[in-house]
């Protein structure tokens, strides 16, 4: 694969080496979409060899933000005034503006006057698509936790067909939140790796089972397609992109003037158990409930085995197969889980706590902890 580099608006001396391997396997390997794609011109439009570039041949990047009925606002502005940001900081001292990335609010269907009333029903003013787009950005939607998935997607007929016919002509497409619905309905998660808000990820995998979701990722990119995390991953999504854009140095001064930690890796820190709804066969839930009962028992698969009446062999063949998980993985997340609870509802030092989850331990249990959580009690609890 050649390398090239992706023109930024801070002339020669700002310019970024990237690759663009991602988007030539999106181009090549792309499933259930008619592609026809001159790549020839693609490349012409978005990227110049090394070495032809010159400050005098910099251009601007066009990212187009899908706002529709029920979208959300946060995610929408979000996303625009932290390029925005991004975009004041590339500027030299003493220069003109930079063309930098121009930011396009857009909108499909009938809509009046281009107006569209995002989630409230506040209104806004959006213009029609125009040209190409470097990117296409959908937000998710507002929603409840017992959301008619057929019932909110229905109504975004024209936004699907705008999504699809964008990607097939080339442009890369990127969801926040449960935007992601909306790119499995169009088909562009069909064998590809996507995340979604945690709470959601379930339905996500079950509504589109050709996606092989990741339900605790803050953000994937596979090939042209890149998903993200909850509500406000949007600006992990947007400092992902100065940093591709305009460097990492860049990126970093972005986050900081716009107070945005460090982008993080995983949504496991933010997964609340209790609000996941709990779907387990009735053998594997009354094995779960039995556990959540005896927390700080240790561990005995030939008793667990006998409170059910049935051997260790048919315990761990049952419960692999409703869960995927073995007793023990079951009973670990179990006790993560309540000690998430314990860290930050409580003041009992990590010791306490490792003991009131059945182990004695806490380095054995904080690299259990680590493991599933992705960062340790310590640093959680400071969360």
Known sequence: MTKWQLISPRG?????????????????NATGLDYHVNISCFMVNMIKARATVTASTARSLRIAILAYDGCMGAQLFGMAEVLRIANDLAQPPGQCPPE???????????????????????????????????????PGLEITRQVDWNAKLAPLSRELVFIRKTFATGTPVASVCVGAFLLGEAGLLNGRRATTAWLFAADLAKRYPAAKVQADAILLEDGAVTSTGAVSSAFDLAIHLVKRILGAELATATARVALLPSQRVSQAPYVDARLLPRSLPTFSEHVLQWFEQRLSDAFDLGAVAQAFHVSPSTLMRRVKSETGQSPLALLQQVRVDRAKQLLSGTAWSVARITESVGYSDVASFSRLFTRLVGETPAKYRRR
């Open 12 to 28: 020669a001396m700002a310019m970024r080496t990237i690759f663009v391997d991602s988007i030539m396997v999106a181009l090549s």
């Open 100 to 138: 930098g990335v121009h930011i396009h609010l857009v909108g499909v269907g009938n809509r009046a006057a281009g107006v569209v009333r995002i989630a409230g029903g506040t209104p806004i003013g959006v213009q029609r698509p125009r040209g190409r787009y470097d990117l296409l950005v959908v």
